[in-house]
């Protein structure tokens, strides 16, 4: 299994980024996905994740209403489009993928242990 994150950079506070995280080696449809990040000097922490079939998306307060997690099964592809973006956005971006079963679904995609798969991060740098 494989998780390819792309689409990170350089911007300034106010401008938007959408990243990008592939993936490959198993079944897209039935993977639960999630964003995570992690500052320097902080541990990761949860952003937003889609569960399997799409019928749940989940924010961490901080974002909410500035970024929006979507899922393309065809492409086997999870999108994080981040808008309004803050000083305070910036970290490493990390994609994840699970198959875990939850009895509460909303609650387990927001646990980083939830998660089998990782990508290898990408860096989101907001200049304010």
């Known amino acids: 299994v494989q998780l390819q994150a792309s689409g990170g950079g350089l911007v300034q506070a106010g401008d938007s980024l959408r990243l990008s995280c592939a993936l490959s080696g198993r079944s897209f449809s039935y993977s639960h996905m999630g964003w995570f990040r992690q500052a320097p000097g902080r541990e990761r922490e949860f952003v937003a994740a889609?569960?399997?079939?799409?019928?749940?998306?989940v924010y961490a307060d901080s974002v909410k209403g500035r970024f929006t997690i979507s899922r393309d099964n065809a492409k086997s592809t999870v999108y994080l489009q981040m808008d309004s973006l803050k000083s305070e956005d910036t970290a490493v971006y990390y994609c994840?993928?699970?198959?875990?079963?939850?009895?509460?679904?909303?609650?387990?995609?927001?646990?980083?242990?939830?998660?089998?798969?990782w990508g290898q991060g990408t860096l989101v740098t907001v200049s304010s």
């Open positions: 994840g993928a699970s198959s875990k079963a939850f009895s509460s679904p909303r609650l387990g995609v927001q646990a980083r242990e939830s998660y089998y798969w």
């Open positions: 889609s569960t399997w079939n799409g019928y749940a998306t």
